[in-house]
């Protein structure tokens, strides 16, 4: 597939700014914005090349997350996640991954990874039933990764999955109702007694392992990077550009009312100290997330295994540069003043989505810095997000 990613992200910014005031009053993406990133190649990024699909450094998919999180909130964050569960889809046996895109390259797969779901053996594979809370962009998707447990005859837990279920299968409950990420539709999934064949579970022991099935299929460095760093970035890459865009949008105005204000106003030290702040917060961040990014990949296509050491530094990074995020926008928000009261202008949106975000578990700083530190007393780590 041709496709030059970053002109087509660039040449969309215009109209998913002009929509944001609208996707957060009406608590939904247009159907046209999913439409024309998936025309953009998006979700394409991170899929394999066997069915269309980019394979790209995945330093470059959460860069693009960053630049369309800047304009729109909400169609970022649908974007980070959709646009990763390809990845992951593609780790599964190559029948499931057939049953996805053989027909419909351009399918689109929402998550919910919460091992919520009872999973008992029946011949040829297993029943699913169970309620799944907060599933992002689930109304623009065809399949679902669906977590779960499976239980012996006794109802003893025997083993952690992840579930590849279409969306016949499961109907979505409307509860999303929420002060940020208006958008992102994060609704409920429900199944029940639900047929999933053996062939469409993946078990959660293998992936932290980085191994799969899919990898005879997809034998790329992509394949090979950890479920823990994949998906925890996916997570903060929007909220990195919650703050970016929202020091723009300030940055922007300021200049512009210092021009047409007479005689010329003068800015406070006190914006002048929070724009540095800011910028300093999001800089640093992307630093230390960009660089060990480039030095897992750099272990995967070398075949090689990744110290423990650096997969943990990733998730401490990671969680702490969601942190720095939210520092740089409370900056922000508290230097623009009266003009970022207004509801749904570009800063107020920024600050309440990027506070709904925070919430996210992936976003717990202590307990990555907990597992860093375990890493550096040598105690043996056992967690799906390193």
């Not at 109802?155 to 509860?175: F, H, K, W």
């Not at 009312?257 to 006190?270: A, D, P, Q, V």
């Not at 997969?311 to 928000?333: M, N, S, W, Y």
């Amino acid at each position: 597939m041709d496709v030059d990613v970053t002109e087509a992200v660039r040449q969309l910014l215009p109209q998913l700014v002009a929509r944001a005031k609208e996707v957060d009053a009406t608590g939904r993406i247009p159907q046209e914005s999913i439409a024309e990133l998936v025309d953009a190649g998006m979700f394409r990024m991170l899929q394999p090349k066997w069915c269309g699909g980019l394979e790209n450094d995945p330093s470059l998919f959460y860069e693009f997350v960053r630049t369309i999180a800047g304009a729109c909130g909400s169609t970022g964050w649908v974007t980070s996640f959709l646009g990763v569960s390809p990845w992951h889809v593609a780790l599964f046996d190559e029948r499931a991954q057939r049953d996805v895109w053989d027909e419909h390259p351009d399918a689109l797969v929402c998550s919910a990874y919460a091992p919520v779901g009872r999973l008992v053996p029946v011949p040829g594979g297993y029943e699913l039933s169970g309620r799944w809370h907060f599933v992002s962009g689930c109304a623009h998707a065809s399949w679902a990764l669906l977590g779960g447990t499976v239980v012996s005859e006794t109802g003893q837990s025997v083993d952690i999955v992840t579930a590849l279920v279409p969306r016949s299968d499961y109907r979505i409950e409307n509860v999303w109702d929420t002060v940020g990420l208006r958008g992102t539709g994060g609704e409920d999934l429900h199944a029940e007694r639900v047929f999933v064949p053996e062939y469409r579970i993946l078990r959660n022991f293998d992936v932290a392992l980085r191994r799969g099935p899919g990898q005879k299929l997809n034998p790329g460095p992509l394949y090979r990077m950890p479920y823990g760093t994949m998906f925890s970035h996916a997570v903060t890459a929007p909220i990195l550009g919650f703050a970016d865009g929202s020091l723009r949008v300030f940055l922007e105005h300021m200049r512009d009312h210092t021009r047409l204000s007479l005689g010329g106003r003068t800015l406070t030290t006190e914006q002048h100290i929070a724009v540095g702040r800011a910028e300093s917060e999001i800089d640093a961040a992307l630093l230390q997330i960009n660089r060990n990014l480039r030095e897992l990949y750099e272990c995967a296509r070398r075949r090689e295994e990744i110290p423990m050491r650096l997969r943990l530094r990733a998730r401490r990074d990671q969680a702490c540069g969601t942190e720095k995020a939210i520092r740089a926008i409370d900056e922000v928000f508290g230097a623009a003043g009266g003009i970022s009261l207004r509801r749904g202008n570009p800063i107020e949106r920024a600050w309440r989505d990027a506070h709904a975000a925070k919430v996210h578990s992936a976003n717990d700083v202590n307990a990555a810095l907990a597992l860093y530190g375990q890493g550096a007393f040598g105690i043996p780590i056992d967690d799906m997000l390193v």
